[in-house]
């Protein structure tokens, strides 16, 4: 891109869905800005493969629920630049049934995907307003969507990104800031390990489980030129599972 480099800033992207999205956005010209919390040889590793495609990758290591880590790692960047993108793809799971559900169990949840969307969210969107230009992605679940059982954490704090990012959507729309979902189904990560597949896959009208890539193309597509139209939506990688 020339001395047009654009930049994305993407949260909890050292290993799974949020390092794929970081391989393609590189792969596609974009510098990097590098969120994570404990997994620094996977960041370090992934930083090398990203400088290899000729693109820069700025690490910042911190807590996406902590207010003040969050302020103190981006104000001084954006002071000085702002990203044309910001993909929130952090997140956790710590499942079970609610009548079993301790509160630390729902706070976590709550915290890493919804109020750190909010921490971020602000910021980023504060300065993209100066600049009259930005994309927002969020990455949401098909749990969001459908509700899920053992999941009721995951599902509301999936739902409640859905709804923060349409709101969000129609606040900032006039500004030339276009914000959107990207919902996966069952993606092959870590996170599915637990799950029972052979029960599972029956469920999915293309009988296969989605590959991180299949995400991060979606994610490629909304910040190009293709996608200037498109805000506001929800837009599913699930396989069929939800329709």
């Known amino acids: 891109m020339g001395s047009d480099r654009q930049s994305v800033f993407i949260s909890g992207a050292s290993r799974g869905i949020g390092a794929a999205i970081a391989l393609r956005l590189a792969s596609s010209g974009y510098d990097i800005w590098l969120n994570y919390h404990s997994s620094v040889q996977q960041a370090e590793s992934l930083k090398e493969k990203i400088e290899k495609q000729g693109r820069s990758c700025t690490l910042l290591p911190f807590n996406v629920a902590d207010e003040y880590a969050a302020n103190a790692a981006l104000e001084p960047l954006l002071a000085e630049e702002v990203p044309f993108g910001f993909v929130h793809n952090a997140g956790i799971t710590r499942d079970t049934l609610l009548a079993m559900m301790r ?35 969020s990455i949401a679940s098909v749990s969001g969507e459908t509700g899920q059982a053992g999941q009721v954490n995951y599902s509301a704090a999936k739902a409640g990104l859905i709804g923060a990012s349409k709101a969000l959507a129609r606040e900032v729309a006039r500004r030339n800031i276009l914000v959107n979902v990207v919902s996966p189904g069952l993606i092959e990560t870590e996170m599915i390990k637990d799950l029972p597949l052979d029960k599972i896959m029956p469920l999915i009208p293309m009988n296969r489980l989605g590959t991180v890539e299949d995400v991060a193309g979606v994610v490629r597509f909304l910040l190009s030129k293709d996608a200037d139209y498109i805000t506001g939506q929800v837009i599913g990688v699930n396989g069929g599972l939800y329709m």
């Not at 921490?119 to 600049?131: G, W």
């Open 103 to 137: 509160r630390d169990e729902w706070d976590s949840v709550i915290d890493v995907h919804l109020t750190s969307f909010f921490i971020l969210a602000r910021l980023f969107s504060k300065a993209m307003i100066a600049k009259r230009r930005g994309r927002i992605i």
